[in-house]
């Protein structure tokens, strides 16, 4: 053979291997266009209003596995979480994925682990896990994001059934291990966390849920009927535990403080939480999801004080009196009245509860006005959230739901355990279920479990993510609103919080003037974008913006030449930042 | 056993007894003054006494019982503070069938030892043999509600099985298919098991011994669909439902009975079976209930309001029909005329947690914030002292009376 021929072969080699590169990638963007058409023309040839972005297109193939044996054991159907957070301070989303590991009961035969993903910001995402150092290890459930150093970097407590991992933020990419040093290792079963700061005192202290006492010397076999089988056991059968609560002392250490108040006495099957402001007194609330026995409402009395006032403020039972299985939960004034109301999901039958406040620290459930209670009388819940999704400036409301019994359906005709999402959208007085309009997403039914909420990709829209037990996450872009104008806001205190969490933020544009709570938590094992979107609907510019800081400043200000259509920065007491 | 050995052992357990046939209630309250005791005996007493319980034991377990409790009845003669004793005693005469015996020794028992599940359990199920039904139910209950039997499954789930069948027969039917429908669960499909939850889904108020031989095929198939319901076997239930429909279209509480099976997965079907029921029985309370209820569940109340109504006219004794129309009034905004309901409730049944419940939401929404809170705090201690004895204390939460000590390690 002579070197010419060789050449020619070898050229030849490689303009077949260019040809077949080039016919793969044509391949792909036909398939993916092919996609975008299917979806497009099923609706009406609009995208939908949340597109399901699938792992070949964002780069994100991290599977949840959720260990299922043939014990069942509890533990395997309660997870997954995950986060939006800018982890790196880029200004775009990063995502953080809480996967199980080995524990009494459990030992993988492959290597599993968490997953952080840095945003690429071309709507892809690269596995950075390794290289920021937080792939977990524990038998992960939920994680909270937090900002506890005020140091401009957010940090990460990642939940657990065995010992919880706070991540302490290292401003280069990376991440310690720092759960020890900072005297937050709570034993035991910590599912959802939430960081908000009850003393005002500038800092972010911490609220651990704690569940049920559990363990392999615990483990209770349920279901060995005629089936033979094992399923999940209703948390009934295991003895309730009590919530934590630690105080940050403002040198990297915190201090559990629940005890001895009623956080400490109050013995629950915690799932989910979020910190809020029910009395609008200035001071964070939690209300706890409890599942199978009653949620709590704790209200912060100042000086320590706590008072949980589930049962007289009509959110911890059922209107007959029962406790139900409380488990995502969330608040935001909904209806506009400048007081916070609540959600709780819980498990098919009980239907969901959408809590009015009453404004006297009582509440009324309005689920079934607002179409909540019969779309989910055959639902589970658990990751959900109010947000303006289509930024018309009106608290919407999504649910993720997915039944918690793999067998169920061997023993019901209707409950499924794979289950579809919900999107309900605010009409001004009432919410109404547009789930059928939204994309083909809401006809597919998942095993759902955590939701986080972030703008992943900038354009002033919120996305979502929802993590899926033994699945795959399904990141879905929010395509909706488009001709609404927004104002992203990201918060930066400097006497108070750093993550400004408990601020008030109100603001006018067109005709409408609207308010809205910092809160944080919320959801189930998740944590949202620390970013605040002001849907402004049809006006093109906002006519005024005020920010009253929590305290110790709960300095009011207030901005009149604010830009739209785009993020910007407030940093307490000194005004916009450049961006 | 010789006529002289149960002479003996009948004397010598009526001079030892320390309660009478009272209602287990003061029984209870009488035999928790008693003080615990040491034996008392002098070493040689003592050797002696040692021997007998080992020769006792040994006895019963071989199987020599006639012996063995003669040696009890010795042993228990020199201490007479033996539990053991009085348990073997008692749980030997129960299997004997000599009830009346058994329950002396199971009596002294408890007079030494008020909080032994076993015993108020094997108490109630003397009391069953003996016909004594009130009495055994009250027992068997307050044994599961210490939750401390022998772990024997074989004898928890007699006594079970007796509270599931005596709940039946005293008309507590949601009750007893609660206590009853584990047997399903577990796939115990015995015949006992069958006919005992027939007779709890038609409503009739008898023990299996005294069911009416005419319906006993109907029972039977009833019993067979509510085993399938149980056992959450959706198909079979559902197939056992229809035959059983197409063989007894007419008969009073069949469609009652489908439509609870249906109320979980399809309530607009069950609503339609409830609706079916009243035709044949127009004054069926339950049905009207189910209906209220469910249209209470739907935030329906001017729906619900006719069937609560109804329900009340038709059983104003009842405490659940006055729940049903209290709460509808009080939705409506008729909170004067809710209260009133919701009071007689509670006079009627002060031990309903639900009762108190509802009340409590009345007193609040008429800005009675003591009268609420009085009853609120009423609804925690029953609704803790009814779950525990469902389904155990760790079904309870809520805020502990004590910090501290009683919280659980972490």
């Given amino acids: ?579 | 056993m010789t006529a002289t050995t149960a002479r003996f052992i009948v004397v010598f357990i009526a001079v030892f007894s320390v309660t009478l046939a009272a209602p287990a209630q003061q029984r209870r309250a009488t035999q928790r003054k008693q003080p615990a005791s040491q034996s008392g005996l002098d070493p040689q007493q003592q050797a002696a006494f040692n021997k007998l319980s080992q020769q006792a034991d040994a006895a019963r377990e071989g199987g020599r019982l006639d012996e063995a409790i003669q040696l009890y009845i010795q042993g228990l003669q020199l201490n007479p503070k033996w539990k053991d004793g009085w348990w073997y005693v008692g749980s030997i005469l129960y299997d004997r069938d000599s009830y009346s015996d058994a329950r002396e020794a199971l009596r002294n028992l408890l007079g030494l030892d008020d909080k032994n599940g076993s015993a108020w359990a094997l108490l109630g199920l003397c009391e069953f043999g003996l016909r004594n039904y009130d009495q055994a139910l009250s027992d068997i209950q307050y044994a599961r509600t210490l939750g401390n039997m022998i772990s024997s499954k074989e004898f928890v789930n007699v006594a079970r099985y007796h509270a599931g069948i005596l709940m039946t027969r005293a008309g507590q039917f949601e009750l007893g298919y609660e206590a009853l429908r584990d047997f399903a669960r577990e796939g115990n499909e015995s015949p006992s098991v069958i006919e005992a939850l027939g007779l709890n889904i038609l409503r009739m108020p008898f023990l299996p011994a005294e069911a009416p031989p005419d319906r006993r095929e109907l029972i039977l198939m009833a019993g067979r669909a509510a085993f399938y319901q149980a056992a959450r076997r959706v198909q079979e239930a559902e197939r056992a439902f229809k035959e059983l429909l197409s063989r007894y279209p007419d008969v009073p509480n069949v469609h009652y009975a489908y439509g609870v099976y249906l109320l979980i997965d399809s309530p607009d079907a069950a609503l339609d079976e409830f609706r079916r029921e009243l035709q044949i029985s127009p004054d069926n309370v339950p049905a009207l209930l189910q209906i209220g209820f469910e249209y209470i569940k739907r935030n329906d109340f001017e729906n619900a309001r006719p069937y609560a109504q109804k329900a009340v006219d038709a059983a104003p004794n009842l405490f659940a029909t006055h729940n049903a129309l209290g709460r509808v009034l009080l939705e409506l905004g008729k909170v004067g005329e809710a209260i009133k309901e919701l009071e007689i409730g509670v006079k009627q049944a002060p031990d309903s947690p639900e009762m108190r419940f509802a009340l409590a939401r009345a007193y609040a929404r008429a800005g009675r914030k003591e009268d609420a809170a009085r009853e609120r705090a009423k609804f925690l201690e029953l609704d803790k002292q009814k779950r525990t004895e469902r389904s155990g204390p760790q079904s309870v939460g809520g805020i502990e009376a004590k910090p501290a000590d009683k919280n659980p390690p972490r």
């Fill in chain 1, 1 to 579: 053979m002579s070197n010419e021929t060789r050449y020619h072969r070898t050229g030849s080699r490689n303009l077949l291997l260019v040809l077949l590169l080039l016919f793969l990638l044509a391949s792909l963007w036909v398939s993916r266009l092919g996609a975008v058409i299917r979806v497009a023309a099923q609706n009406g040839g609009a995208a939908p209003t949340f597109e399901e972005i699938p792992p070949s297109a964002s780069g994100i193939t991290w599977v949840h596995d959720n260990a299922m044996s043939e014990q069942r054991y509890l533990p395997e159907t309660l997870g997954p979480g995950c986060a939006f957070l800018d982890y790196d301070n880029d200004g775009w989303m990063d995502i953080y994925l809480v996967n199980y590991g080995a524990c009494d009961f459990f030992k993988p035969t492959r290597p599993i682990r968490n997953a952080l993903y840095h945003n690429n910001r071309d709507g892809t995402f690269t596995d950075v896990t390794e290289k920021a150092g937080v792939p977990g290890g524990t038998f992960g459930m939920g994680v909270a994001v937090g900002d506890y150093d005020n140091d401009g970097w957010p940090d990460m407590i990642v939940t657990a059934y065995g010992k919880c991992t706070l991540y302490h933020n290292n401003r280069n990419g990376t991440f310690s291990d720092v759960t020890d040093k900072a005297g937050v290792a709570a034993p035991g079963w910590t599912t959802s966390a939430v960081w908000f700061d009850y003393d005002n005192d500038g800092r972010l202290d911490l609220f651990l849920c704690s569940f049920v006492q559990y363990g392999l010397n615990k483990h209770i076999f349920c279901g060995d009927n005629k089936l033979g089988r094992h399923y999940y056991c209703i948390p009934r059968v295991f003895n309730p535990s009590s919530s934590l609560l630690f105080h940050n002392n403002g040198d990297g250490t915190f201090t559990e403080t629940g005890k001895g108040t009623d956080i400490e006495r109050a013995l629950g099957k915690a799932l989910g939480v979020v910190a809020t402001d029910i009395n609008n007194d200035g001071l964070m609330d939690l209300f706890v999801a409890s599942d199978t026995v009653q949620n709590f409402l704790f209200v912060n009395r100042g000086n320590g004080k706590w008072e949980e006032i589930g049962l007289a403020s009509e959110v911890g039972f059922s209107a007959n009196g029962q406790p139900r299985s409380g488990m995502g939960v969330d608040s935001a004034d909904f209806d506009g009245d400048g007081w916070q109301d609540l959600f709780v999901a819980n498990v098919d039958q009980e239907m969901f509860s959408l809590y009015k406040n009453n404004k006297d620290e009582t509440f009324t459930d309005v689920a079934r006005p607002n179409e909540v209670a019969a779309a989910t009388r055959l639902l589970s819940g658990w990751g959900l959230k109010f947000f303006d999704y289509d930024n018309d400036g009106k608290i919407d409301l999504f649910l993720a739901n997915g039944h918690p019994d793999d067998m169920i359906e061997q023993y019901s005709g209707q409950v499924k355990y794979a289950e579809p999402l919900l999107l309900f959208r605010n009409e001004g007085d009432h919410l109404v279920n547009v789930s059928d309009k939204s994309g083909p997403v809401f006809k597919k039914d998942f095993p759902a479990r955590g939701l986080a909420v972030g703008d992943y990709n900038n354009d002033g829209r919120l996305d979502l993510l929802v993590v899926n037990n033994g699945k795959a996450p399904v990141l879905l872009r929010n395509n909706a609103g488009k001709d609404n104008h927004w104002v992203g806001l990201k918060l930066q205190g400097t006497k108070c919080n750093r993550d400004a969490i408990g601020a008030r933020i109100s603001w006018s544009a067109g005709s409408a003037t609207r308010s809205r709570l910092k809160t944080s938590g919320g959801s189930y094992l998740s944590a949202h974008d620390v970013r605040e979107v002001l849907g402004l609907g049809k006006a093109t510019k906002l006519d005024w913006l005020e920010i009253k800081w929590p305290a110790p400043s709960g300095k009011l200000e207030r901005f009149t030449d604010v830009p739209v259509d785009k993020y910007i920065t407030i940093v307490e007491g000194k005004g916009l930042a450049a961006n």
